[in-house]
């Protein structure tokens, strides 16, 4: 939750109204939020899409390279002890 919302809830639980701006703040971050999301679900949706349609032409080299190709792109392994290695 952006700051800006947990902004308005608190000023709802102690019973105030918020401001113009207070309420336009909250929106703002909620659509850059919303905007955010969407692209993350557009690009999952596409990875998504390459290895189905790979799947379904029993295609096992296009899905292995997909996979990978997906993995290389957008996989980060954290290691606690060690940082990123991916």
Do not use: C
């Not at 690009?43 to 899905?63: F, N």
């Not at 002890?81 to 991916?86: C, D, P, Q, S």
């Amino acid at each position: 939750m952006s700051k800006a919302l947990q902004h308005l809830e608190a000023l709802y639980e102690a019973k105030k109204k918020p401001t113009y701006d207070e309420l336009e703040a909250a929106l703002l971050e909620s659509l850059a939020e919303r905007n955010a999301f969407e692209g993350m679900v557009k690009d999952m949706s596409g990875w998504l899409s390459r290895l189905v349609h790979a799947h379904y032409r029993k295609d096992s080299k296009a899905l292995v390279t997909t996979l990978n190709d997906f993995i290389q792109e957008r996989v980060v392994i954290r290691d606690e002890t060690k940082g990123a290695l991916h």
